[in-house]
């Protein structure tokens, strides 16, 4: 069975700092990877997805995203935080053939000036 | 503009009163899914439809209803809402069932059932 480990249910950073946010998965198969964003009282938004063809992902805002086979990693990262960054962020993963995405637990990122 | 609309945004009701919580998307997508969010829990799958009058059980279905027969609508209900579905629930669809294709979420839904 596929699954999805976030380490870290809150982390915090300065603003200017280096943001990462770690996403493990767990799966028999190659996988598809997704990096959601949820702001305040919205729903989710997508930040990147990996599928199958570059292994460092560049999403919206800034993040970027790197897949590591051997690590079993899709960890998320922004070179330099801005306060508008502060929300929380789920890492999902598809294995299935058609749609089943499990998501992580979530982490929320908060900056401070 | 491309979305997915879910009403209402919150509500507040009693044990046993049938509630049901609309959804609807205007990008013509095949397949839709429910979700419930809980701290700590992330994002758990209720129910999914992968076209009109195909739908079926997700991870916690136990307690909720689906009906999909519209493509644009799918909608939820809760035949007899118990306090255990107090949850943030969010409706999300995606172009067609392939597992590659990211979903696009609606805004959620805040239920507290007391």
């Known amino acids: 069975a596929q699954s999805v480990t976030q380490l870290g249910s809150h982390v915090s950073v300065s603003e200017g700092a280096l943001v990462l946010l770690r996403c493990n998965y767990s799966s028999s198969v190659p996988p598809y990877l997704f990096w959601y964003v949820q702001y305040p009282n919205q729903g989710l938004q997508l930040l990147l997805k990996?599928?199958?063809?570059?292994?460092l992902v560049k999403g919206i805002n800034g993040f970027e995203a790197e897949f590591k086979k051997s690590e079993t990693s899709f960890h998320l990262t922004k070179p330099s935080a801005h306060m508008s960054d502060a929300a929380e962020y789920f890492c999902a993963v598809n294995t299935e053939g058609f749609q089943k995405l499990v998501f992580g637990t979530g982490t929320r990122l908060l900056v401070s000036p | 503009e491309a979305q997915v609309t879910q009403n209402p945004r919150y509500l507040i009701t009693v044990t046993g009163k049938k509630l049901t919580v609309t959804c609807s998307q205007n990008?013509?997508?095949?397949?839709m899914s429910w979700y419930r969010q809980d701290p700590g829990l992330g994002l758990r799958q209720i129910y999914y439809?992968?076209?009109?009058?195909?739908?079926d059980k997700g991870d916690v279905p136990e307690g909720y209803k689906v009906s999909r027969k519209e493509k644009r609508n799918f909608p939820l209900i809760l035949e007899s809402p118990s306090p255990n579905q107090t949850s943030l629930y969010f409706c999300?669809?995606?172009?067609?069932?392939?597992?590659?294709?990211?979903?696009?979420f609606g805004d959620g839904t805040r239920l507290s059932i007391l």
């Open positions: 990008m013509n997508h095949e397949y």
């Open positions: 439809s992968m076209n009109v009058e195909v739908t």
């Open positions: 990996y599928t199958s063809a570059a292994t």
């Open positions: 999300a669809s995606s172009p067609t069932g392939y597992s590659n294709q990211p979903q696009h």
